[in-house]
């Protein structure tokens, strides 16, 4: 077969819409999923010790991650929970909030831009492809509109590699400049607050993101993924073997 330049940037039809995972595959991943210890994010070094050692046994079995990703892709409340965002789109793969588990896949879009911001929950994510720039800040002012972008101090920059876990506290200040297309396993705890702050390094806008539970159903429809850009995304990761 004759091949160009680019031709794996064709999103065909991704090879796990055509064939489903067995419903063992699927009772032996549930299995697993099951018997995953309980996180508890207020101990934030122990919670990162539990969850990299999760996100790794997920990330590096190409076989279990695709089981998980397609019984997400056929389970209507997982489902709901892909979405599509100005920087990184996700796909959610698992949610047991009584273990403090969200799992999902993060996944960088090409274009980026600065933003010191925080998040509402605790979180490790592992690199899985790409790579992240990684850059930690402090402040000595409220976080509001008030903001002065000028005033937000980096203290610790890094390159954060494939194949790098990285656990960050909810509170913690922060930007990811990523190379495009850098996929990450993330797993989050539950919400430690309602909203995250954010602010543009370019021009100092601050806006805040909230959890689903609190966005209006127009937002709501304008972040759900759509069925062509969940087909992109799983061509890119089948193309990438993760799954």
């Given at each position: 077969?004759?091949?160009r330049?680019?031709?794996?940037?064709?999103?065909?039809?991704?090879?796990i819409?055509?064939?489903?995972?067995?419903?063992?595959?699927?009772?032996?991943?549930?299995?697993?999923?099951?018997?995953?210890?309980?996180?508890?994010?207020?101990?934030?070094?122990?919670?990162?010790?539990?969850?990299?050692?999760i996100?790794?046994?997920?990330?590096?079995?190409?076989a279990?991650?695709?089981?998980?990703?397609?019984?997400?892709?056929?389970?209507?409340?997982?489902?709901?929970?892909?979405?599509?965002?100005?920087?990184?789109?996700?796909?959610?793969?698992?949610?047991d909030?009584?273990?403090?588990?969200?799992?999902?896949?993060?996944l960088?879009?090409?274009?980026?831009?600065?933003?010191?911001?925080?998040?509402?929950?605790?979180?490790?994510a592992?690199?899985?492809?790409?790579?992240?720039?990684?850059?930690?800040y402090?402040?000595?002012?409220?976080?509001?509109?008030?903001?002065?972008?000028?005033?937000?101090?980096?203290?610790?920059?890094?390159?954060?590699?494939?194949?790098?876990?990285?656990t960050?506290?909810?509170?913690?200040?922060?930007?990811?400049?990523?190379?495009?297309?850098?996929?990450?396993?993330?797993?989050?705890?539950p919400?430690?607050?309602?909203?995250?702050?954010?602010?543009?390094?370019?021009?100092?806008?601050?806006?805040?993101?909230?959890?689903?539970?609190?966005?209006?159903?127009?937002?709501?429809?304008?972040?759900?993924?759509?069925?062509?850009?969940?087909?992109?995304?799983?061509?890119?990761?089948?193309?990438?073997?993760?799954?």
């Amino acid at each position: 077969m004759v091949t160009r330049p680019g031709d794996d940037l064709l999103d065909l039809t991704p090879s796990i819409l055509l064939t489903a995972p067995s419903e063992q595959d699927i009772a032996k991943a549930e299995a697993l999923m099951a018997s995953l210890p309980k996180v508890r994010w207020d101990d934030l070094e122990a919670a990162a010790e539990i969850t990299e050692a999760i996100a790794r046994r997920l990330g590096d079995d190409r076989a279990l991650l695709r089981t998980l990703v397609g019984r997400a892709l056929r389970t209507p409340e997982l489902r709901e929970k892909f979405e599509c965002h100005a920087l990184d789109d996700k796909i959610v793969i698992w949610d047991d909030q009584d273990k403090g588990l969200r799992i999902r896949l993060r996944l960088a879009n090409t274009d980026q831009y600065e933003r010191v911001h925080n998040h509402r929950y605790s979180f490790t994510a592992y690199i899985l492809h790409g790579a992240y720039q990684h850059t930690l800040y402090a402040t000595d002012q409220p976080l509001d509109e008030s903001a002065d972008v000028s005033r937000f101090w980096p203290y610790f920059v890094r390159e954060e590699p494939a194949g790098r876990c990285i656990t960050l506290d909810h509170e913690q200040l922060h930007t990811t400049i990523t190379e495009p297309e850098t996929i990450s396993l993330m797993i989050q705890s539950p919400a430690r607050k309602q909203r995250a702050f954010m602010i543009r390094r370019d021009d100092g806008t601050v806006w805040y993101r909230l959890g689903a539970a609190e966005e209006s159903a127009e937002r709501r429809a304008e972040v759900r993924m759509s069925d062509e850009r969940m087909h992109h995304w799983l061509s890119r990761l089948e193309a990438f073997g993760l799954l």
